[in-house]
């Protein structure tokens, strides 16, 4: 669809290099100016267990979408060929070990015995034996994919030889044989190679020296021999600096721009890296410092988050799933006490650990009603690293000027993918606070003579209580029948103010022409997976529209009635990462209006613009009005 | 002049029992807090939930009723926001070792300079006198149907091995040494727990006054009891912890109150914090200031592109 745009992927066991492979390669891609997003999938395991990188580079734009088949595989080991040689494109590479030719499909002991016979029998029906070098033979003279063979084992000794190496260390080199040989096919100019170690490295100079003899050596064999096919054409994208980061990264560099100044965590996939990013990044001097502190567990992460609130620190905790499922009594406490903190949230696979490494959007109606008992909230989503970075500072804003916790909901797509971007323009961004007092004698937290109480921080100069009851002006448990209806409104109808605040552009955005042919629905990640699908359908003479979702509570109803209503309901299709359509459903709540067509996805997996672009013509040809996705490895 | 003990009183109606050993425990604090001349707007009584959770309303100074089991995570927020106000827990032996026995082991692990008062009386009172964890395996107090099955837990010995830099254990009905305990927690730099015995007139007919009256003796009058770590020496902590531990071990015909230990030489988390950000006493997160007048953020373009440079790539043909 884009044909100068390069999808490749590199495959091998968990521990093995794969992500310094992938940082060193979107590094040096990016100093040569192509927009860059590389996702990686992986299981919940330290070391074997099969990983890959998938990876989307351009020269004309900055992608946020992946997409299949690839140009280019490169694999560490055999278990990477039997997985993903369907994702080949024809004409494509498949960069590998001279080794792993011999290797037996049945003896990959890593692999899980349910894809093993899986693949067994596609094999079987190609008619293809059960060693790599039948499937590599086969995809060369079937499916005009040429093979780069390589000797890994005399790439390693003649370091090892070169530079003194004991033989044993010298393993930790495959990846940037892998790396060469990319280098070699793409033409990644040794400059650019180079600046990708140094970025990844730093000063080990040594270490530098060894990777780029050994990616020089291999990138000049493979480009001798198979010239450079997937070279790229030079950039055209008019950029002299990229921001390269994951989404955990863009979330922590926000929060440090917001003034976030707690921050409580406990580790869990995938949310633990932005603590880790931010416990690097903790002390600005005379400019500040942030507090992460690693908890016991969930429940003091945001029980101290909210006590730290309490004081006036700006506070948030970061979660996925499980931990938000600890967290969810001490967020009702936040609830009723109006505390301003806000819960970065990460949505993996579930139930329970459900798929922990892998992404979904099923915990948008939990975040929605997590807790017993009503009161005002804000849950606001994210469609990519951009707009979470804005919407992570604005949250804090929100939270603060509202006195509401905030969930802001992501997911593992957007977390573990590093993408490239511009840099973000902090010249309109603004740090509002709410109404702060320093209380004083006879201070009442919880004035009733406005919605939203002016707020004084415990050590201010004033005394207050806080309770998980229901309570009076002051703090103090209360029950009488009149004033806790009082009470109970004031916490309500912050959803009236905040719907009637809140700027349209936070909370939805539509893309795309007006009066389209069809609309898609969605939110999250999803958003420019969409965007793309759409453009590609637009070629084949369908105009289509993309609703963006942002805000879920509280739900821009009229906004999304407005454009539902002008819709012919059939034409419109909600594209998410779950089994119940939730979104959908949240429409159907807030608006009374039903989407009956859903494109869905809940195998951990992203949804691909290939897939989804198939899915929306079958929808839209009436054959069927529920597509359930399945593509990925 | 300090601050009359009447100063610390709320005014509200105190919905304890009549005789209920909480009053006790209140009174000491009311008398603590004033001759420590403690500042109410900086000073904070953090409650769980039970009939101790609703200390906090009763006392003025700030109050936060927070979660079953949770008023030590809830404190430490507090503390490590702000770390000049002074914090003290209460909670019930069901609330603290019970539900939330993870954060009374993590604020020992930690040390940080928080009191807490456990509020012990082996039942679970507002809900009816269900057993709670420092009712011994046996004992069938008026509530329970049957003796209770499982095996009480010993708070002092598990401060103790929770790392708590303070350990004492007081009486609710001897309040002026109860008072003096108080006074000593808060004055220590670190953690500190005082396990308070306090008979539930209503649930608890075995651990009663008369129960405690007759077992009760003070550690500071046996003859050469030293319960402090005067050096740096691990041995000599070690020593102090194996006596205070083997002290806990005493309940029968007698139960022993006052300090059982004590260090004040051992890092605060406070302390380990500056260590790593050396402003954080000074500018700790409650008090930074994180806007400019015009309401901006303090990390204006220049200073992002500084601080995060390790994430921006110039790109090689630097068009811009």
Not at chain 2, 141 to 169: C, E, H, M
């Amino acid at each position: 669809m884009n044909e100068d745009e390069l999808i490749l992927m590199i495959g091998g066991p968990q521990g093995s290099g794969l992500e310094t492979t992938a940082q060193i390669l979107t590094s040096s891609l990016a100093y040569s100016g192509y927009g860059v997003i590389s996702d990686r999938e992986y299981y919940s395991n330290i070391t074997g267990r099969h990983s890959y990188i998938h990876m989307n580079v351009s020269p004309h734009r900055i992608p946020l979408d992946l997409t299949y088949p690839v140009k280019l595989l490169g694999a560490m080991d055999a278990e990477t060929i039997f997985t993903h040689f369907n994702d080949l494109d024809k004409g494509g590479f498949v960069i590998y070990d001279r080794s792993v030719r011999g290797r037996k499909l049945d003896s990959i002991v890593s692999m899980p015995p349910i894809t093993k016979s899986r693949i067994r029998e596609v094999l079987e029906k190609l008619g293809i034996g059960r060693d790599a070098g039948s499937l590599i033979d086969y995809l060369v003279e079937n499916r005009g994919i040429t093979g780069v063979e390589l000797d890994f084992r005399s790439f390693l000794k003649d370091i090892s030889n070169k530079f003194g190496i004991v033989s044993t260390q010298a393993t930790r080199y495959t990846s940037s044989i892998l790396v060469g040989a990319l280098a070699g096919l793409i033409d990644i100019e040794r400059d650019a190679i180079e600046y990708g170690l140094r970025r990844r490295f730093g000063s080990r100079e040594k270490l530098i020296k060894h990777n780029i003899y050994l990616i020089d050596k291999v990138s000049r064999q493979v480009s001798e021999e198979y010239g450079t096919p997937m070279k790229l054409p030079p950039s055209k994208l008019n950029v002299g600096e990229l921001l390269v980061a994951s989404g955990n990264d863009i979330i922590a560099m926000a929060k440090v721009v917001a003034g976030l100044r707690f921050q409580s965590y406990y580790p869990i996939t995938p949310a633990a890296d932005e603590s880790f990013f931010l416990e690097t990044y903790n002390n600005f001097g005379d400019k500040g410092s942030i507090l992460v502190i690693q908890t016991e567990d969930e429940i003091a992460a945001i029980n101290s988050a909210i006590g730290a609130a309490l004081a006036g620190a700006r506070s948030a905790t970061a979660t996925s799933g499980p931990g938000f499922s600890l967290m969810v009594e001490g967020f009702g406490w936040a609830g009723i006490n109006e505390v301003p903190v806000v819960i970065t949230y990460y949505q993996r696979g579930g139930p329970a650990t459900g798929l922990p490494t892998r992404g979904a959007q099923s915990d948008l109606m939990y975040s929605l009603f997590a807790s017993h008992g009503e009161f005002a909230r804000i849950v606001l989503t994210s469609g990519d690293h951009i707009e979470a970075f804005y919407d992570a500072i604005e949250a804090f804003n929100l939270a603060e000027k509202y006195q509401v916790p905030v969930i802001h909901l992501l997911d593992k797509f957007l977390a573990n993918s590093i993408v490239t971007m511009e840099i973000p323009d902090l010249s309109s961004v603004k740090i509002d606070r709410g109404e702060i007092v320093d209380g004083g004698p006879g201070y009442k937290r919880f004035d009733l003579s406005k919605t939203i109480s002016p707020r004084a921080f415990i050590g201010s100069s004033a005394v207050m209580w806080y309770t998980g009851s229901e309570h009076d002006e002051y703090g103090h448990t209360n029950e009488d029948p009149v004033f806790t209806a009082r009470m109970y409104e004031k916490r309500m109808e912050k959803l009236d103010i905040m719907d009637k605040e809140i700027p349209l552009d936070l909370r939805i955005r539509y893309y795309g022409e007006k009066n389209p042919d069809y609309l898609l629905v969605g939110w999250g990640f999803v958003k420019n997976t969409c965007l793309k699908a759409i453009d590609n359908l637009k070629r084949k003479g369908l105009k289509g529209g993309y609703l963006h979702l942002r805000m879920f509570m509280p739900f821009p109803v009229k906004y999304v009635e407005e454009i539902l209503e002008d819709m012919d309901i059939s034409r419109v299709i909600a594209v998410e990462h779950d089994y119940m359509v939730q979104s959908a459903l949240a429409i159907s709540l807030f608006t009374g209006i039903r989407i009956r067509n859903s494109i869905v996805k809940y195998n951990g997996r992203p949804i691909y613009v290939h897939e989804l672009t198939e899915a929306i013509e079958k929808v839209l040809s009436g054959e069927d009005n529920r597509v359930v996705l399945t593509y990925g490895a | 002049m300090a601050r009359n003990p009447s100063t610390y009183r709320s005014g509200l109606w105190i919905d304890w029992c009549p005789g209920c050993g909480n009053f006790g425990i209140i009174t000491a604090v009311y008398k603590a807090f004033s001759e420590l001349d403690l500042d109410p707007s900086k000073t904070v009584v953090v409650g769980g939930i039970g009939c101790s959770g609703k200390t906090p309303h009763f006392i003025n100074v700030n109050g936060v009723h927070s979660l079953h089991g949770r008023a030590i995570p809830f404190a430490t927020g507090i503390k490590l926001a702000n770390p000049e106000l002074t914090v003290v827990v209460n909670g019930g032996d069901g609330d603290i070792l019970g539900i939330g026995m993870g954060h009374f082991i993590a604020l020992g692990r930690r040390n940080v300079d928080i009191t807490v008062i456990m509020h012990d009386n082996g039942v679970y009172g507002l809900t009816k006198g269900q057993a709670a964890p420092t009712l011994k395996r046996g004992i069938k107090t008026k509530a329970l149907s049957k003796p209770n099955i499982q095996d009480a837990i010993n708070p002092i010995a598990i401060a103790l091995s929770a790392g708590y830099t303070f350990v004492a254990r007081g009486y609710s009905l001897n309040i002026d040494h109860l008072k003096e305990l108080i006074k000593q927690a808060i004055s220590h730099k670190g953690a500190s727990f005082i396990d308070v015995l306090q008979p539930c007139v209503v649930y608890n007919n075995i651990y009663t006054r008369e129960f405690y009256s007759e077992r009760i003796y003070v550690l500071d009058e046996v003859g050469d009891w030293d319960p402090e770590v005067k050096s740096e020496r691990v041995d000599e902590m070690m020593q102090k912890i194996d006596q205070a531990w083997r002290r806990s071990l005493e309940w029968g015909d007698k139960i022993p109150i006052g300090i059982f230990y004590k260090n004040p030489n051992y890092s605060t988390f406070e302390e380990r914090l500056s260590m790593e950000v050396p402003t954080y006493l000074e500018k700790p997160p409650a008090k930074q200031v994180i806007t400019t007048s015009e309401g901006r953020p303090i990390f204006t373009g220049d200073v992002f592109r500084e601080f995060f440079s390790k994430y921006i790539i110039r790109t090689k043909n630097n068009r811009r």
